[in-house]
């Protein structure tokens, strides 16, 4: 079993800068690859960004690239979300994910993280 645990959400404002952190235990961190994903009530979870296990390949929703950045850490088991110019429509619980040898841009991951709330104010 993958355990995760995100943290670094918060209240910010717009224009402003959040990083989230996602811990993982459980499973050789370099095994998994990583997602990012994020929901708002009465929606669907969306994909926002995934790190493959190696960390030499990533993706990113295009409404977030070139504000948002994926990134590991093999070595501290800990995958980020780097979040730069929020915007108040960013405003979710962010969700971490975690897959054996898989990563992508749905939503199917075996391990999820309880997420953490990312609230943009105007």
């Known amino acids: 079993q993958v355990q995760l645990v995100e943290s670094g959400g918060g209240l910010v404002q717009a224009g402003g800068s959040l990083r989230l952190s996602c811990a993982a235990s459980?499973?050789?961190?370099?095994?998994?690859?990583m997602g990012w994903f994020r929901q708002t009530p009465g929606k669907e979870r969306e994909f926002v960004a995934a790190i493959s296990w190696s960390g030499g390949n990533t993706k990113h929703k295009d409404s977030v690239k070139g504000r948002f950045a994926i990134s590991r850490d093999n070595a501290l088991n800990t995958v980020y979300l780097q979040m730069n110019s929020l915007k108040p429509e960013d405003t979710a619980v962010y969700y971490c994910?975690?897959?054996?040898w898989g990563w992508g841009t749905n939503t199917a991951y075996t391990y999820w993280g309880q997420g953490t709330q990312v609230t943009v104010s105007s």
């Open positions: 459980g499973r050789t961190f370099s095994s998994l690859g």
């Open positions: 994910a975690a897959e054996p």
